[in-house]
């Protein structure tokens, strides 16, 4: 049984002179723009408008922090999630991209706290190229990966099975590090902090 008890933004920021000081467990979200992340992280801290869900994609060009104070089955953590700009979106300049790689890879490859990555795929489009790169470059470091496959809702549930295989075998996952999830059905939401705190462990 999971019950979030408070979670509120602490800052946007840019580069590192703007993160917040390290003072508890770091989980990440990535994924393309679009992909349902503002949704997902919003399902998971059960607040509606905690990150704003946007109709226009790339609107999200900086790192925004939000404290998160949990129970687990009585006992509490106190996690940050630092949710990390969308990428992919076409219609950016290279400049913009390039900037925005920087963003992600600067705070993914440096950040001390840094517990967990959740890399979220659309489980309806399946891993794009893009998908593809940013687990490539997590494989290579140290951080645990949690993949969640999320708007599950829109296969039947089917084909559901089947597609979390296939993602986990495309990607060179275990099963056990695919998540399905949906923001809209509350589907995966517990199993997500599951995975999470099992890897950052008590604490607050
Ligand atoms: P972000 O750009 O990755 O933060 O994506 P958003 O959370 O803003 O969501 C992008 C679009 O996908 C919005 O229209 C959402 O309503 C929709 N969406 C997000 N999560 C889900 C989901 O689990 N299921 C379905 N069917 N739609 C979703």
Do not use: C
């Not at 503002?38 to 925004?64: D, F």
């Not at 390039?98 to 890879?105: C, F, N, P, V």
């Not at 470059?137 to 969640?148: G, I």
């Not at 295989?165 to 939401?189: K, M, N, Y």
């Amino acid at each position: 049984m999971i019950k979030v008890l408070d979670a509120r933004f602490v800052v946007t920021a840019v580069d590192p002179k703007g993160y917040p000081a390290e003072s508890r467990p770091e989980i990440a979200f990535v994924g393309r723009s679009n992909v349902g992340k503002s949704s997902m992280i919003n399902a998971l801290t059960g607040r509606r408008k905690l990150v704003r869900v946007s109709g226009t994609p790339g609107r999200t060009r900086a790192l925004n922090f939000f404290d998160v104070e949990l129970e687990r089955n009585g006992v509490r953590h106190a996690v940050r999630m630092a949710d990390l700009p969308g990428y992919g979106f076409a219609k950016v300049s290279k400049s913009e991209r390039a900037g925005w790689k920087t963003m992600i890879e600067t705070y993914l490859g440096k950040r001390r706290e840094l517990s967990a990555v959740v890399s979220i795929v659309d489980a309806e489009v399946g891993p794009t190229r893009d998908d593809e790169a940013m687990l490539g470059w997590l494989a290579q470091r140290s951080p645990k990966v949690l993949l969640a496959a999320t708007k599950i809702d829109r296969l039947p549930k089917a084909r559901r099975k089947p597609r979390l295989q296939q993602l986990a075998r495309a990607l060179e996952l275990t099963s056990a590090a695919v998540v399905p999830f949906s923001a809209t059905e509350h589907i995966g939401i517990d199993e997500v902090w599951d995975a999470l705190l099992d890897v950052v462990g008590p604490r607050s």
